[in-house]
């Protein structure tokens, strides 16, 4: 029989506050891009298709680790239909992390673009050059992007709502900062 963790382990932590930063840096990267030809236009294409290769890599590692290690679980008391968004709203969020970049290298490869990384790292093309086929991935990577966005505010407007109002621990499986000790009184 295994344990169930109380906590989430400290490399998976680890990888959510890493991930977190580097996909709000995505999202306003990307915003950035799109609203500008100016000349910081290419430095921000590179950083944003290094990363989005980045994080691909570590989701994949994050769903090993989350299939290996395991999660807590959630407080009994909660209600069965904000159990159900949890675990709906973590599956979008890891569909997202992973559909994401895919999306990008296809529209890059779509449009014949060589897809190269920091570094030199050349990623070679996947899919044959189609101006229907960048389209339609421009259009669903720019269009789910806003929805990642969304999702991912909704995501911080729950962790204030475990944190801040009912303070059932959740946010402390998944706190980057060491868990306060529970005194247990003296007989």
Known sequence: MTDVPQ??????????????LCIIAMLFIGVGMVST????????????????????VLVLVRLALRLHLGAPPLPADLPP??????????LALYGFMIVMPLLGLGMLWAAAYPVVLYGGIQIPALLPQSDYAHTL??????YLGLT????VLLHLAAVLFHALIRRDGV?????????????????
């Open 148 to 151: 990642f966005f969304a999702l």
């Open 171 to 187: 946010f402390g499986t998944m706190s980057p900062l060491p868990q306060r000790q529970q005194m247990k009184p003296t007989e």
């Open 137 to 142: 991935f421009w259009n669903a990577h720019v």
């Open 7 to 20: 906590r989430f382990a400290p490399i998976q932590r680890l990888l959510h506050w890493l991930m977190a």
């Open 81 to 90: 239909a904000m159990k159900l968004g949890a675990r709906l709203s973590h």
């Open 37 to 56: 030809v100016a000349q910081k236009y290419l430095p921000l294409i590179l950083i944003h298709k290094t990363l989005g290769v980045v994080l691909l």
